[in-house]
């Protein structure tokens, strides 16, 4: 009985001291947000800026899609600012020093990152909570995935370094009205998540104030973030350049095949498809731009071009080769660029003597009658004559077929050469320092 005596008057007790004392978070809130008005600055004397600090944490890159040039990072945003009208004295508010609020509910900067990509509509900013100090400074922390504008530079592909620039600010407040400070010397890494196929170089912070063309005179404070990307090459190390490299080495080797054996061409045709395949896959992984094309590009159209020169090379050998009777004689300015020797003409009429000799001969024949005998000769000696000429023909297109022959094996070496030189420039640049 006086245990429960005790007990009720314990209960009385304490519930009489909540009343007296106890001031809960909901008073305060009540109190501060009791015809608050979230439209208009919070400064009590409007010449003054609002002065916001803006924090940037980067967390995640979550992908670059080349094809439209965006970039999809995850933030953390940490904006502080001083609102003049959610001030209380703790001491009279049951030292409440902290408290929460709806960010919807009070005034906000709304600064907004001017290259994103609203492509899923316009996107609001997060109702999160904000935390409110009772000498009025108001932190509001929100985690936010953006699709950001990144303009990609691809001409040193796969081994190319991305800068990504993402520029806040207020889209209507000027710098008289809000002024923007930065919370560090540069952006905050500390709870970056590292990414399988980007290395992050930096993560830069720039301060400017432009003036707009609407209102001459008034400068706009903005932040700019500067991402520093690095692609982690192994990837296509593995799966384009060493498959290239392997191509382009049997490419040269192919030279070594003789234009006129029919392997050569097929070789070449496998060459052209297995090269026009890996340039496809390449392809996939860039921008549709042709503002600058990526070093392994040229490398890859160069590789075909040569390939296709040596096929066209090769076809035309084996019609040579296949076809040397109605040839043509080399022409000359293809002779003396390619330097093959004159001595063919002077060759090309050994038979002349030959055949006025056995002229000479039917002149004697004729004049010495129209014997049976003497007409047997002749027509043996006619014989002989026909004889003669079709050899002297023969030696004629061999010759010339030799000679296309030499002249197409000289165009190969010439083809080999560029082709080691254009592949020694293009190696050359793609690996060398950077720009
Ligand atoms: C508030 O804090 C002061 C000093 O720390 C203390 O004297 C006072 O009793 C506290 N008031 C309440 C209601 O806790
Ligand atoms: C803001 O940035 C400037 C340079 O951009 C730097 O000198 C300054 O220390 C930064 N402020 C803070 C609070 O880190």
Redesign the pocket.
């Known amino acids: 009985m006086i245990a429960k005596t005790v007990f009720a008057f314990a209960l009385l007790y304490l519930s009489c001291f909540q009343i007296v ?3 809960t978070e909901r008073e305060v809130a009540n109190m501060l947000l009791a015809g608050y008005q979230k439209e208009g600055r919070p400064v009590r004397d409007p010449t003054q800026a609002v002065v916001t600090s803006l924090d940037v944490l980067l967390i995640q890159i979550i992908k670059l899609i080349p094809q439209r040039q965006v970039l999809v990072i995850n933030f953390w945003i940490v904006q502080r600012w001083r609102d003049d009208f959610l001030t209380w004295d ?2 009279e508010y ?2 409440i020093s902290t408290i929460r609020l709806g960010s919807e509910n009070i005034w906000r900067p709304r600064l907004v990152n001017y290259n994103r990509q609203h492509a899923e509509g316009w996107s609001e900013l997060p109702d999160t909570n904000a935390i409110v100090r009772s000498d009025g400074e108001v932190i509001w922390t929100y985690p936010i995935t953006i699709h950001s504008t990144c303009v990609l530079d691809i001409a040193r592909f796969p081994f190319d370094v991305q800068k990504c620039p993402l520029k806040f600010g207020s889209w209507t407040y000027d710098s008289l009205d809000l002024k923007l400070v930065n919370h560090s010397k540069t952006g905050n890494i500390d709870y970056f998540a590292a990414n399988g196929e980007w290395e992050l170089l930096s993560f830069e912070l720039e301060l400017n104030q432009v003036e707009h063309s609407c209102c001459p005179g008034v400068p706009w404070d903005d932040m700019t973030y500067t991402i520093t990307l690095q692609r982690r090459p192994t990837f296509f190390l593995f799966n384009l350049v060493a498959p290239s490299v392997t191509l382009a080495l049997l490419t040269v080797w192919g030279f070594w095949l003789p234009p006129d054996s029919g392997e050569r061409l097929s070789l070449c045709l496998s060459l052209l498809l297995a090269l026009t395949f890996l340039q496809q896959t390449v392809t996939a992984y860039l921008p549709d731009t042709a503002t600058n094309i990526p070093l392994i590009n040229v490398f890859f159209v160069a590789n075909i071009l040569l390939v296709g020169v040596s096929s066209i090379l090769t076809i035309f050998t084996l019609s040579i080769h296949f076809n040397s009777v109605n040839l043509p004689p080399v022409p000359n300015w293809l002779r003396c660029l390619f330097c093959l020797e004159q001595s063919d003409s002077s060759t090309c009429r050994v038979n002349a003597p030959h055949v006025n000799e056995v002229d000479d001969a039917d002149a004697f024949f004729a004049t010495n009658g129209a014997n049976p005998t003497w007409r047997l000769v002749r027509r043996v000696k006619k014989f002989i004559r026909q004889l003669n000429e079709e050899r002297g023909r023969k030696t004629h297109n061999l010759k010339t077929e030799r000679e296309w022959k030499i002249l197409v094996g000289k165009i190969d070496r010439c083809l080999l050469i560029a082709f080691i030189i254009a592949l020694v420039v293009i190696t050359a640049s793609v690996l060398g320092p950077n720009k």
């Open positions: 004392t106890g001031v703790p001491a049951g030292n």
